[in-house]
């Protein structure tokens, strides 16, 4: 027997409230999304903006501080969510080793127009130190040093490699290891007496702000064309996207620009990432829109709406 005209009615009345109840778009796994920092001020700059949207959204980022090589062996085992920094070609290497093992899916390429290659300050370059070939030659100015970041970080492993091919004269050579900072504490010391120093350099970066750095040619061979032209990728652990297909959307939609991250990484060397986030955030709202399409909170509200309200806007 077909149901009356009236049963239907009341049937369709009743699932009305189940359809307006908001319907979580990810599980609850998906709440905290951990993430790691290789202690770059341009990785701690966009996991702040991740992290204070994230935060609007009902989620909790749950930023760890690993080196690079550890980062991945941690996204590897599904110990990491995603990762902001995914630097190509530079870290080629960790991304074939992910690749193999079948580990982590590409979400977006947040970042192009980046360079990252060797660098000195322009007083150097301008008493002949313009290219790679140019060190050698110059060797005892140098003190037979190239200034690097973290240890076993790859730029330095790249670097390393070179020296021990003998490439550009540089037998004998060595590779100072130390974190960012350190490396632009000796750069700053360095311009300040106006010695000699060669260094790891790149943008988007503050240093270019605050140094007068000429980039060396010549070493396409170790870190690519156009002073090592690099494109920043958002990585996640397989299956994560699956599992939670919000917020991945969000990272997803999730890309900066250089000058966008040359002005938070200039704020967070003067106040901490997250008020510098949230400084930037509210004076640059119209980035919201395209980061939030189609992103609801955890609980299924709108999300544009949530962050803006969490900011004040």
């Not at 969510?81 to 977006?108: T, Y």
């Not at 311009?191 to 140094?211: S, T, Y």
């Not at 967070?268 to 119209?286: F, H, M, R, T, V």
């Amino acid at each position: 027997m077909k149901p009356s005209f009236t049963a239907l009615l009341a049937a369709l009345a009743l699932a009305v409230p189940a359809l307006s109840t908001p319907v979580l778009a990810d599980d609850a796994a998906c709440q905290t999304v951990r993430m790691s920092d290789p202690g770059w001020s341009d990785i701690t700059s966009t996991n702040a903006l991740a992290s204070t949207v994230l935060d609007a959204l009902g989620y909790k980022a749950d930023v760890k501080s690993l080196s690079v090589p550890i980062g991945y062996e941690a996204l590897k085992v599904g110990d990491l969510d995603v990762f902001l920094g995914n630097w190509m070609p530079a870290q080629q290497h960790f991304r074939d080793d992910l690749d193999k093992a079948k580990a982590a899916e590409v979400l977006v390429r947040n970042l192009e127009g980046a360079k990252f290659t060797l660098g000195v300050p322009s007083y150097v370059a301008e008493a002949g130190v313009k290219d790679f070939k140019d060190l050698a030659p110059n060797a005892d100015k140098f003190d037979d040093k190239i200034y690097g970041i973290e240890s076993g970080a790859p730029a330095n492993q790249n670097l390393q490699k070179m020296i021990d091919a003998d490439d550009f004269g540089l037998k004998g050579w060595s590779v100072v290891e130390s974190g960012e900072q350190a490396m632009l504490a000796q750069v700053k010391r360095a311009e300040k007496a106006e010695d000699w120093i060669v260094f790891l350099a790149w943008a988007p970066h503050p240093m270019n702000n605050a140094f007068d750095i000429t980039y060396l040619t010549g070493g396409d061979a170790y870190f690519g064309p156009n002073y090592g032209g690099a494109e920043v990728y958002t990585l996640a652990r397989t299956g994560w996207p699956a599992q939670c297909p919000n917020a991945a959307t969000f990272f997803r939609n999730l890309t900066f620009t250089v000058p966008m991250e040359n002005d938070m990484m200039a704020l967070i060397a003067e106040e901490d990432p997250e008020s510098a986030a949230k400084g930037w955030l509210k004076q640059n709202a119209g980035v919201l829109d395209g980061w939030l399409a189609g992103v609801t909170t955890f609980d299924g509200e709108p999300g544009l709406a949530a962050v803006q309200k969490s900011l004040g806007l």
